[in-house]
């Protein structure tokens, strides 16, 4: 039963600090999702690539986050400087070229103090 | 741009009774209507989809409902068990090419109380 997975499960940092989350999406699927859940924001998408190129990104704070796709099977999250409001669970998500069910990974809950 | 709106965002119900969860949507091009189910700490997991080309679409004890020409769609669970406790969320994936792009509702939390 293929699987999105995430690392870390858990991280804490201090503010300021850089963070990295990482995404192996579902093998031979092209499409990845970024999402952020908060309790007052629901599931809001950050970023999404296709084919490992960004479709839209609009909705990450471009000064302070990034999203890459290193390779087909690694999608990458970073923040740097880390706040806060940052604070919430971070949800990877893939689809196949059909592109329209999505498979959420476990999240990296992010704690920044 | 799209735009989902969900309702209830809490909902109580007793074992055995039926639950129903309403979504409406701003796009009149979207196609494709998922509804994911997220346990307390889990991730969201697909439970049942509608396409634009159908009306409703059973699942043992959960079934979707689209109405097109009002743009809302719902959620139906017969014989709700205390397992079904969790929150719900609808999408509709915008009509503007196939990009797979989802936007979410705001979710409904649910408790089957035993």
């Known amino acids: 039963d293929a699987r999105v997975t995430q690392t870390p499960r858990d991280k804490v940092t201090e503010m300021g600090q850089e963070v990295t989350m990482r995404c192996q999406p579902i093998?031979?699927?092209?499409?990845v999702f970024w999402y952020r859940q908060t309790m007052m924001q629901g599931l809001e998408l950050l970023a999404y690539?296709?084919?490992?190129?960004?479709?839209?990104d609009s909705g990450m704070p471009k000064d302070r986050f990034s999203a890459e796709m290193p390779d087909a099977t690694l999608a990458t999250l970073k923040i740097q400087p880390s706040e806060p409001r940052d604070s919430a669970v971070y949800f990877c998500?893939?689809?196949?070229?059909?592109?329209?069910?999505?498979?959420f990974g476990p999240g990296t809950r992010l704690l920044v103090l | 741009g799209e735009n989902v709106e969900q309702h209830p965002s809490t909902l109580s119900v007793q074992e055995g009774d039926s639950a129903v969860i309403k979504c409406t949507y701003s796009?009149?091009?979207?196609?494709?209507f998922p509804w994911y189910k997220q346990e307390l700490g889990k991730r969201p997991q697909l439970i049942i989809d509608?396409?634009?080309?159908?009306g409703e679409k059973k699942d043992q004890r959960i079934a979707v409902t689209l109405n097109k020409t009002a743009k809302h769609f719902s959620l139906h669970i017969t014989e709700t068990q205390p397992e079904d406790s969790a929150v719900y969320f609808c999408?509709?994936?915008?009509?503007?090419?196939?990009?797979?792009?989802?936007?979410f509702g705001q979710g409904t939390t649910l408790q089957v109380k035993p």
């Open positions: 998500a893939s689809a196949d070229r059909w592109g329209e069910t999505q498979y």
């Open positions: 093998l031979g699927h092209n499409t």
């Open positions: 690539f296709r084919n490992r190129a960004p479709l839209d």
């Open positions: 796009d009149s091009a979207s196609n494709y």
């Open positions: 509608i396409r634009s080309n159908v």
């Open positions: 999408a509709a994936s915008p009509g503007s090419g196939n990009t797979g792009k989802l936007i």
